[in-house]
């Protein structure tokens, strides 16, 4: 820990830093810089109160246990050393932000991810979801482990609140956020990110030519080693390099397709995506895939022990269904912009038929899978949205 030095006036605000969310009382501090230890987010001012506490919250309880010496730990846990610390105050200095050392109960820290998922909830602007990708930034700092369903969040939430440069943002900055396309939940939320954004706008030229831009972006970023270098553990079978995922070579082939057909876009780029994809749908034998999502789509409702695992499950199918979208609308579009031009025209049909026939059988499963044992519908807002997606790519 480096030196302390006695200071008989520190300010709890700092001119260095943008938002502290401290008291502003002034007191004397005794001063420690652990900037070796890391850093804490430095965040924008909030949009209303309620997230300045969560922050303050957020950074004071969670992130900055994580940064202290085993000393510090025993100072700050310690109830015998909880008059000591309002008797003579320490303030701590991890990268930009200087925060007090308070005593901490560890019975009484807040809850990770609730505290992390109100900040979520609450944030409305741009700075706003700027501090959530922060947040990300702090948990990796400070090397808590974030869950994959936690990121899956954040790029959801960025994706409702057109925020989707931020997404782009967290995926240039992987070793940072911790967000990376070797992610299988990730992936498939980045992708559905960026074809919805085209597909519920109708297919507007402009909105379509910017996530045309956005899904080359991401292609590209899936050769950078942090999105598809990983170690083959049974434990995480997620994790993988998905370059080669069907899906992942239609979403570009998609968007350019449908820049052709309708906004008169290049013609020769649809045939060297669509080249590409056939390929790629015959090296990752796509048909076998194929069917084993169409027996997923024979799933009953009453098969499952409870409605947490019913909706889990629903929901993972509608996302698998979501992928075949892409791939059948890439194929179906190309197909109708190249003509006889088709590379190889004959097996991009009997891909397209049959990503056809399984996409429509499963969409319908999708009702009856989400029923409840009366037979009354759950009504998951998930199954409403893929059919929503459909009906724009019909």
């Known amino acids: 820990m480096s030196s302390i030095r006695r200071s008989c006036q520190s300010a709890l605000f700092r001119t260095n830093n943008v938002c502290l969310y401290t008291n502003g009382s002034r007191r004397a501090f005794s001063r420690t810089s652990v900037s070796s230890r890391g850093a804490l987010p430095n965040f924008l001012p909030p949009s209303k109160p ?100 936690w990121q899956e969040l954040v790029v959801r939430k960025l994706n409702l609140a057109d925020m989707h440069h931020l997404v782009l943002k967290m995926l240039q900055r992987s070793k940072a956020t911790g967000v990376k396309l070797s992610n299988l939940g990730v992936l498939q939320q980045v992708l559905r990110s960026v074809h919805d954004k085209a597909t519920l706008s109708d297919w507007a030229e402009e909105e379509t030519a910017k996530m045309y831009k956005q899904a080359k972006q991401i292609v590209e970023l899936m050769d950078n080693e942090e999105h598809h270098k990983v170690q083959n553990r049974k434990d995480q079978p997620t994790e993988g390099d998905w370059r080669g995922r069907p899906s992942v070579v239609a979403l570009p082939t998609e968007l350019a397709a449908v820049l052709a057909e309708r906004h008169g876009g290049d013609m020769e780029q649809v045939k060297k995506l669509s080249n590409r994809l056939v390929n790629a749908l015959k090296q990752s034998d796509y048909t076998a895939w194929l069917d084993m999502t169409s027996l997923r789509s024979s799933t009953k409702a009453d098969s499952f022990k409870n409605v947490t695992t019913q909706l889990a499950f629903t929901k993972d199918h509608s996302y698998s269904l979501l992928e075949v979208m892409i791939v059948w609308n890439a194929l179906k579009t190309s197909r109708k912009v190249l003509g ?55």
């Open 340 to 394: 006889a031009e088709m590379p190889m025209a004959e097996e991009a049909q009997k891909f397209e038929t049959k990503a056809e026939q399984v996409l429509m059988e499963g969409m319908q499963s999708l009702d009856d899978m989400s029923k409840d044992k009366s037979g009354k519908s759950l009504k998951p807002a998930f199954v409403k949205y893929a059919k929503d997606v459909l009906e724009k790519c019909r």
């Open 50 to 149: 309620e997230l300045s506490e969560l922050l303050s919250k957020f950074n004071a309880k969670i992130l900055l246990p994580s940064h202290l010496t085993k000393e510090q730990r025993k100072l700050v846990y310690s109830k015998e050393s909880r008059a000591k610390l309002e008797a003579e105050p320490v303030e701590i200095t991890l990268g930009d932000v200087t925060l007090p050392l308070e005593h901490l109960d560890r019975n009484r820290l807040p809850n990770t991810f609730k505290t992390f998922r109100g900040i979520v909830a609450e944030s409305e602007t741009k700075e706003d979801w700027e501090n959530v990708v922060r947040c990300l930034e702090g948990f990796e700092e400070a090397g808590i482990k974030v869950e994959s369903a």
